[in-house]
């Protein structure tokens, strides 16, 4: 990202970036964080929540962490036009990222409902001027929401061979796959241009032992550090812009942001993840 000229010009006010892990089904937890950054220094969590069920109290959430505005990814189907199959969105991100585990599941009416619950977020959001965009200037403030997906973005910011396999039951592998994972945040997160600090509540949620969590509790860990990557997904894409980051699809017919793989130092596919 280009430098901004003159360096004792006044800086914009720093944004807000929101992650968000939406369950596709209605009264299953979601999970969202909140990062604040701006200028060319880093972003740090200021709000996260792990248990939210219905999308009024996630927008109510979302909109009093976020005064100025800001950037919303949502790991979610937001826009399903087709009513079987997978959209074009989900094909392209799985062809270009199947080799690390990290295809899209495909989203259709039947498996995501008419309209899709990240669909009832988005109009939610859409009437708190968070409108549906990706064409976001790099490094510019804007306000928007947008579909993310954090198993591409782990892979390139993270410099992955392979997503980690963590999600639905607390199996010993699940829980060692968190805990890989987890740590693997820690290990890259300050070493990322530009970097993440994470401190406070956040970070002691992010200690805590996968093999020592169960049943709800287990899933709601993993659902919270699916979230820190979607708010560093919309981070890393407000400060790159498209010089790393691409869109699949359409705001109209379905879109994923995705990172352009040859812009991140990401190792060959494999490994166990």
Same mark, same amino acid.
């Given at each position: 990202?280009?430098?901004?000229?003159?360096?004792?010009?006044?800086?914009?006010?720093?944004?807000?970036?929101?992650?968000?892990?939406?369950?596709?089904?209605?009264?299953?937890?979601?999970?969202?964080?909140?990062?604040?950054?701006?200028?060319?220094?880093?972003?740090?969590?200021? %709000?996260?929540?792990?248990?939210?069920?219905?999308?009024?109290?996630? /927008?109510?959430?979302?909109?009093?962490?976020?005064?100025?505005?800001?950037?919303?990814?949502?790991? %979610?189907?937001?826009?399903?036009?087709?009513?079987?199959? $997978?959209?074009?969105?989900?094909?392209?991100?799985?062809?270009?990222?199947?080799?690390?585990?990290?295809?899209?599941?495909?989203?259709?009416?039947?498996?995501?409902?008419?309209?899709?619950?990240?669909?009832?977020?988005?109009?939610?959001?859409?009437? %708190?001027?968070?409108?549906?965009?990706?064409?976001?200037?790099?490094?510019?403030?804007?306000?928007?929401?947008?579909?993310?997906?954090?198993?591409?973005?782990?892979?390139?910011?993270?410099?992955?061979?392979?997503?980690?396999?963590?999600?639905?039951? %607390?199996?010993?592998?699940?829980?060692?796959?968190?805990?890989?994972?987890? $740590?693997?945040?820690?290990?890259?997160?300050?070493?990322?241009?530009?970097?993440?600090?994470?401190?406070?509540?956040?970070?002691?949620?992010?200690?805590?032992?996968?093999?020592?969590?169960?049943? $709800?509790?287990?899933?709601?860990?993993?659902?919270?550090?699916?979230?820190?990557?979607?708010?560093?997904?919309?981070?890393?894409?407000?400060?790159? /812009?498209?010089?790393?980051?691409?869109?699949? /699809?359409? $705001?109209?017919?379905?879109?994923?942001?995705?990172?352009?793989?040859?812009?991140?130092?990401?190792?060959?596919?494999?490994?166990?993840?």
């Amino acid at each position: 990202m280009p430098r901004r000229p003159g360096g004792n010009l006044p800086q914009p006010p720093p944004m807000r970036f929101v992650g968000v892990d939406l369950a596709w089904a209605d009264r299953k937890p979601s999970a969202i964080v909140v990062l604040e950054g701006g200028g060319e220094g880093p972003a740090r969590p200021i %709000a996260f929540s792990s248990g939210l069920e219905h999308v009024e109290e996630m /927008g109510d959430f979302i909109v009093s962490h976020t005064p100025g505005g800001g950037i919303v990814g949502i790991d %979610a189907p937001l826009v399903v036009p087709n009513g079987s199959g $997978a959209r074009p969105c989900d094909l392209e991100c799985t062809a270009k990222w199947h080799a690390y585990d990290a295809g899209a599941l495909p989203a259709n009416k039947k498996l995501c409902g008419d309209p899709p619950r990240g669909g009832r977020l988005l109009a939610w959001l859409a009437g %708190a001027a968070f409108p549906h965009r990706y064409d976001i200037e790099a490094g510019v403030p804007a306000r928007a929401a947008m579909e993310v997906y954090p198993h591409p973005s782990s892979v390139a910011l993270l410099g992955l061979e392979r997503i980690f396999k963590y999600k639905r039951s %607390a199996t010993s592998q699940h829980q060692e796959g968190l805990a890989a994972f987890q $740590a693997r945040l820690y290990e890259r997160l300050g070493r990322l241009d530009p970097p993440v600090e994470l401190g406070g509540e956040l970070a002691g949620r992010l200690r805590r032992n996968p093999a020592l969590l169960r049943g $709800a509790d287990f899933e709601r860990q993993g659902d919270l550090v699916d979230a820190l990557v979607c708010a560093i997904t919309v981070f890393h894409f407000w400060r790159w /812009g498209a010089e790393k980051w691409e869109v699949a /699809g359409s $705001a109209a017919e379905g879109a994923i942001l995705l990172p352009r793989a040859e812009a991140f130092a990401i190792p060959a596919p494999g490994g166990a993840g």
